[in-house]
Every structure is written in structure tokens, then in C-alpha cells.
């Protein structure tokens, strides 16, 4: 028999909700006692939790409640299912045993057709409230995304039920197959801002560690979408945006390419210029931009385009200058990378400009911070970074200098 017929903007959590509820009901009609405690006996002889009773809404609700979006159904002593017959097994051991003996009872006196019957419609109920597979809720949801009549709280929803079945990478390879990458992508375009961002959360949960959802998002041409994104007044989509793009590029030498030819750069620029009370995109920022530069330098680049761009690398040089420990240690990444993609003269190089003033200020701070304790460890760790990046600027300087002597 067919499974029921699921509502097009399906709730994963209430779904699961009504299979417990079922489970229960079937299972314990007649489960009417409302004691409080625990009785000393259950039918396997162990001290158990009496089941409470509730009617079918008040379970659902109380389920709903419990289990936040994806969580498994939970019983009510707060037990987690991992499948339906763990829930059966759950309803069964809360019921009341004197109950489930006078029912065991009933079928022991049935015919050999009544109890064929009796079978026959179990078989039918637990049909219909057969578990849905991950394939079939993320039909479900991307038919909502290609519904305009859908609106935007039904919408979010959809997304957000998205964003946890792409986790495993199996669905995630099979969403485009499933004809749901295209609307997602489109979702970047969405009025609503808060769409955009779920939206581009999704694209960079599945495509995370993923060439192959990688490159179907990036022949899409979403990039070109989540780079305009990154200029967004909002902290939030812009931060959704930078994780997206992070996420595409990663280790994806296309999508390396197409990140610079998209002026990605600028974008990054953008964020450190406008978002200076923002610690945490400046974080995603300087991150990016040095494994944008790591990634410049293993494929044997010495040059990259935001290299000319005085203001952008000033920008990432006086992230060092920050007050946060953590901004300063990305930033320290980021310049010596940098660095190190730099050509050897001087117009080069006064790019850098204030970099040791820079990291000497940053060699007093890290020394205070040894004298305590719990930062000691840590402040150790950033300075022998520091020390790093201040050799390589000074192997740049040296380089300089005897290149101009050398012309001379």
C-alpha cells in the first residue's frame, strides 16, 4: 500500500512528531492513567516511566516542541528514536500492562482469518505512516522552491529543512539531479533578505569539500551572484556569502580563477573598509584572502591581480593592529602569504607600507599577554608567527635592495 500523502510544505519535525503519536495510540488505546512517578514493574520487569495519557494533539505539540528542526522524535522520559521500531518498542514498554494483557487476550480468542484481518490492518497503518526517504522530503522541498504561490514563511522553512538534508554527501551529489540547484541558485535573487542568506548557507553546506556539486553550482554562475552579495549592508548575508564562496573555491583551481576574474578582491576590499566593527567578516575576509594566496603560490603564480591594489593590501596590514588576538593571528596568515607572492622591487614592497611598525607594536602586546597564564600558551604560538612574517619581509627588503643595487 502506498504511503500516506504528505503535505507539500512538509515539517520534518512534526512528521516524525506523528509517527510517535501514532505508534502510542495504536499501541495503547486504552493508556488512561495519569500517575506521576515511576511504577515498580513494566512488562520486562524493570522500573519504567507510566505513559501520560494525552490525546493526539497534545503529543504532536509537546513532540514539536521537544525536537527542534531535524532533531529525532523524542518519547516523554526525553528518549531519542533512531528508527519506527524503536518507537514501537518505546510505545509498547509505556503502556499500561494490565491493558496490553487483556488485548493479548482478545487475540489470542480470534479465528484464524480474524487475526489474518487484525494483521492485514496493521500492516496498512504502519504504511501509512512510513518514514518519507531523504530523497523523497527533498522532492518535496524543491517543489516549494519552484511554487511562486509559496510564501516566504513556507519558503524559509523549506530552505532551512534543505540546509540539513544536504549535509550527508550523497544528497547533496543528487540535489541537482533532483532539479533542485537551479530555483536554490535563483533564490539568490530573492526581495528577502533573509531567503538570499539561507540560500547561499545551503549552496555552501553542499558544495563544502564537494568538486562535484562544486562545479555544477560554478557552471551555474552563482559565484558572480554570492560576489555581489558580499557588498551587502547586511553582516549576515554577507558573512552567507563569504561561506558560499569560500566553500566553492576551495581547493577548485576554476574556481580560483573565477573568484579573481569576478574581482573578488574588490569585494574583499569592500568589507574591510565598510565593516570596521565587524570582527567576525573581517575574520572571513582575511581567511579567504590568504588561502586565496596559498593557492596562488602551490600552483606556481607569483603574481595575483589584488597585488596592485595599495589600499587592499593596507587594509589587511593593519588588521594586525586589531585589539582582537584571533583577527591578528588570520591576519599574520594572510600578510605572509602575501608577502611572499610579492615581486622582488620596491614599489612592490612599499605596499607593506607600516608593516614593521605593525608587528612591533604587535611583538609588546604578545609580550605582556606571556605574563599570563592562560594566554601565555597562545601568545607564544602568535609570536613565533610573527617572527615569521617579519623574516620574510625582511628577506623581501634585502631582495630589494640588491636588485637596485644590481640595476645600478
Same mark, same amino acid.
Given at each position: ?42 512488562? /520486562?520487569?524493570?522500573?519504567? *516511566? #507510566? &505513559?501520560? @495519557? ?5 503529543? $504532536?505539540? %509537546?513532540?514539536? =516542541? ?17 528508527? /519506527?521500531?524503536?518507537?514501537? *518498542? #518505546? &510505545?509498547? @514498554? ?5 491493558? $496490553?494483557? %487483556?488485548?493479548? =487476550? ?303
Amino acid at each position: 500500500m502506498a504511503g500516506v500523502q504528505l503535505p507539500r510544505r512538509c515539517h520534518l519535525r512534526v512528521l516524525r512528531a506523528a509517527v510517535l503519536a501514532a505508534a502510542v495510540l495504536f499501541f495503547a488505546p486504552a493508556v488512561g492513567a495519569r500517575e506521576e512517578g515511576r511504577n515498580g514493574s513494566s512488562l /520486562l520487569g524493570q522500573p519504567r *516511566q #507510566w &505513559a501520560t @495519557g494525552k490525546d493526539e494533539a497534545e503529543i $504532536l505539540a %509537546e513532540a514539536e =516542541a521537544r525536537g527542534g528542526g531535524g532533531e529525532p522524535a523524542a518519547g516523554d522520559d526525553g528518549r531519542e528514536f533512531a528508527s /519506527l521500531d524503536s518507537m514501537l *518498542q #518505546w &510505545a509498547i @514498554g509505556n503502556s499500561d500492562p494490565d491493558t $496490553l494483557r %487483556e488485548k493479548a =487476550a482478545e487475540l489470542e480468542r480470534l479465528s484464524a482469518d480474524e487475526l489474518l484481518k487484525r494483521q492485514m490492518e496493521i500492516k496498512e497503518l504502519m504504511e501509512k505512516f512510513k518514514m518519507p526517504s531523504d530523497g523523497d522530503l527533498m522532492k518535496i522541498v524543491i517543489s516549494d522552491l519552484n511554487n511562486s504561490s509559496v510564501s516566504l514563511e513556507d519558503r524559509q522553512r523549506a530552505l532551512q529543512e534543505l540546509l540539513v538534508l544536504v549535509e550527508p554527501i550523497d544528497n547533496a551529489n543528487d540535489l541537482d539531479k533532483l532539479g533542485g540547484l537551479l530555483p536554490l541558485i535563483e533564490e539568490l535573487n530573492n526581495a528577502d533578505e533573509g531567503i538570499r542568506t539561507t540560500s547561499a548557507w545551503v549552496l555552501g553546506k553542499a558544495s563544502q569539500n564537494n568538486a562535484h556539486v562544486q562545479n555544477q553550482i560554478l557552471g551555474y554562475g552563482a559565484l558572480e551572484r554570492l560576489v555581489k552579495m558580499g557588498y551587502s549592508s547586511s553582516a549576515a548575508e554577507a558573512a552567507k556569502a563569504l561561506y558560499a564562496i569560500s566553500s566553492l573555491i576551495r581547493d577548485n583551481e576554476h574556481g580560483q580563477g573565477l573568484f579573481l576574474s569576478e574581482n573578488g578582491y574588490a569585494m574583499l576590499q569592500h568589507i574591510l573598509s565598510t565593516a570596521s566593527t565587524n570582527i567576525r567578516l573581517q575574520k572571513k575576509v582575511v581567511s579567504l584572502l590568504a588561502y586565496v594566496a596559498d593557492f596562488q603560490l602551490s600552483t606556481g603564480k607569483s603574481q595575483a591581480p589584488f597585488l596592485s591594489n595599495h589600499l587592499f593590501i593596507k587594509s589587511v596590514v593593519d588588521m594586525i593592529s586589531a585589539s582582537d588576538l584571533d583577527l591578528q593571528e588570520k591576519s599574520l596568515l594572510a600578510v605572509r602569504s602575501l608577502l611572499q607572492l610579492t615581486s622582488a622591487d620596491a614599489s612592490a614592497l612599499q605596499k607593506f607600507l607600516g608593516l614593521d611598525e605593525s608587528l612591533d607594536a604587535l611583538k609588546v602586546q604578545l609580550d605582556e599577554l606571556t605574563t599570563h597564564e592562560e594566554r601565555r600558551e597562545y601568545a607564544l604560538e602568535i609570536e613565533i608567527l610573527r617572527r615569521e612574517v617579519q623574516i620574510v619581509f625582511q628577506q623581501k627588503f634585502h631582495q630589494v635592495l640588491v636588485h637596485t643595487f644590481n640595476d645600478k
